[in-house]
C-alpha cells in the first residue's frame, strides 16, 4: 500500500516527497521516485506536473 502524505523542503531547496509504504513513512528524492515502484502512481496531477516540467528543463540544459 503506498499514500501520498506531502512534501517537504530540503535545506539545500530540494523537495522531497513524502509516502505512506507499507505502513512506514518514507521520504523520497524526485530523482529516486523509480526505486520506488508506484510511488509515482500515487503523486496528484500537479506533482506529477511539476516534475515533467522539471524534466523538460533539465533536458534543455
Known sequence: MIKY?????TGEGGTLYVFLING?????R???LKQYPGCYEAL???AKAKISANRAWL???
Open 5 to 9: 502524505l506531502g512534501t517537504r523542503k
Open 24 to 28: 512506514q513513512q518514507k521520504e523520497v
Open 30 to 32: 524526485e530523482g529516486a
Open 44 to 46: 496528484p496531477a500537479a
Open 59 to 61: 533536458s534543455k540544459t
